[in-house]
């Protein structure tokens, strides 16, 4: 017997795709089915799902892994990541210093196992207040700028000018399943504004105000409006503490900057409704997030707020560290 989570069927891509970032998924097994839900294959239990044991069958490495395409010496090939991004027809992976020499043939190896794929870049790492990636085209073709297919929208992007992060994909739709019809929603930290199209297409909203230090993401949220048919978005170009207070009262915020997001937190909670939502995102040490959400509590009674929290991690950032969801 194989030790599983068990998760509806819709949302079982975002989950595996979770799964295997935060290597937590067991590929040498197959997904199985059990009626409406799917059973992922898992290394061990996963805290805020449904675990069972299931037998699975067995799966082999696929011929396509691009691991096994690269041409280069055995004591180093333990270094090939066993993830990367793809963002539309756009692949981007982190290289180890080691594996330098052999960036090119990487890339090629990746466009071989995976034929979507127009160009693949090196992945330095996100940088600058804008968030955009530096990135190094390594294989294919160029430009960086894509159409990202998530849950039937078309996201118009470009990683290397404007932020988004395909691994949201889950936690988009799950926030817009939330949505009622009529919200006044805030995303404040928008890029390329996937909350906000992903919310006008699961409800009807009476505004989702979309906002980015960037005037790149605007042009691309603008598109992204007209393409999904998404009226209801309002991208604007801005810094959140100046915009937000110039806006409606919101019965739902969203704080996508996970490195300081708590920091805008008394910001946001100035143009909420009564008994309205705030969806943040927080990169912290794992033992210093209890803490900090006890100082959030406190720090929002002094400023005469009441609140009530839900959390859970969404995935392993660092040895040490974790991205957390905050409801």
């Known amino acids: ?8 069927k819709r949302e079982g891509e975002p989950v595996r795709a979770r799964l295997l970032d935060e290597g937590i998924l067991d590929v040498n097994y197959r997904i199985g089915a059990e009626g409406d839900s799917l059973l992922i294959p898992v290394l061990e239990d996963v805290p805020g799902f449904e675990c069972a044991d299931a037998d699975l069958r067995p799966q082999e490495r696929p011929a396509g892994d691009y691991r096994e395409m690269v041409d280069l010496p055995d004591d180093l090939r333990g270094l090939l990541p066993m993830s990367f991004d793809v963002v ?38 996100v940088k600058g207040e804008l968030r955009v990636r530096d990135l190094d085209l390594i294989a294919g073709e160029g430009p960086s700028e894509t159409v990202h297919r998530e849950f039937g929208a078309r996201m118009h992007t470009d ?12 936690e988009r739709h799950r926030v817009a399943s939330l949505v009622r019809d009529g919200e006044v929603v805030i995303d404040m930290f928008a890029g390329v504004a996937p909350f906000g199209v992903q919310i006008c297409r699961a ?92 100082e959030m509590v406190a720090m929002s009674a002094e400023n005469g707020h009441t609140i009530s929290m839900e959390s859970f991690e969404l995935k392993t950032y660092s040895p040490t560290m974790s991205v957390y969801s905050l409801d």
């Open 1 to 8: 017997m194989v030790r599983c989570v068990r998760v509806p």
């Open 88 to 125: 539309g027809d756009v692949g981007m992976v982190k290289i180890p210093e080691e594996l330098a020499p052999y960036r090119a043939d990487i890339g090629r190896a990746m466009m071989r196992a995976n034929h979507s794929l127009r160009c693949v870049f090196e992945d330095r790492g």
């Open 159 to 170: 990683p290397a000018r404007v932020y988004f992060n395909p691994r949201l994909a889950g």
């Open 203 to 294: 409800a009807k909203p009476e505004a989702v105000y979309s906002i980015d230090l960037n005037p790149d993401a605007e042009a691309f949220a603008c598109w992204n409006r007209e393409d999904n048919r998404a009226d209801a978005l309002v991208p604007i170009t801005g810094d959140a503490t100046a915009v937000v207070p110039t806006l409606p009262m919101a019965d739902r915020i969203i704080m996508n900057l996970p490195q300081i997001a708590d920091r805008f937190l008394p910001l946001a909670l100035s143009r909420l409704k009564r008994g309205g939502t705030v969806h943040m995102y927080k990169i912290i040490e794992r033992e210093e997030f209890l803490p900090m959400c006890e």
